[in-house]
């Protein structure tokens, strides 16, 4: 079992020494041009179509429902963060605080 642990490790150990490997890792560090470039930029153009068709699905008459329920949606999202503690207690001090408690 160990003999076959240690070829493993070996085998492993000259891929690592490899040019092979080292080829990879200088072609994994290259810079791709696809990612550098590739923008996304929504304009008004883009905002006023997205509004005529959402208008167009839900109708004149749902649009205020819609946005009374998102802005409900965001100000319950805002009052729960700012409920997160700052800094959480570490396992040991509320243990500490429950066997006080019992």
Do not use: C, Q
């Not at 490997?21 to 905002?47: D, S, W």
């Not at 802005?71 to 700012?82: D, V």
């Amino acid at each position: 079992m160990w003999s076959a642990w240690l070829d493993y490790r070996r085998s492993i150990a000259a891929f690592l020494r490899s040019s092979e490997f080292k080829l990879l890792l200088e072609e994994l560090e290259k810079p791709t041009l696809a990612v550098e470039e590739e923008h996304v930029r929504i304009g008004m153009p883009e905002l006023l179509v997205v509004l005529v068709i959402i208008l167009i699905i839900f109708g004149a008459g749902k649009l205020p429902e819609i946005g009374s329920g998102i802005g409900r949606g965001i100000k319950n999202f805002k009052k729960a963060t700012k409920r997160i503690p700052k800094k959480i207690p570490s396992p040991e001090k509320t243990d500490e605080k429950a066997k006080k408690e019992a």
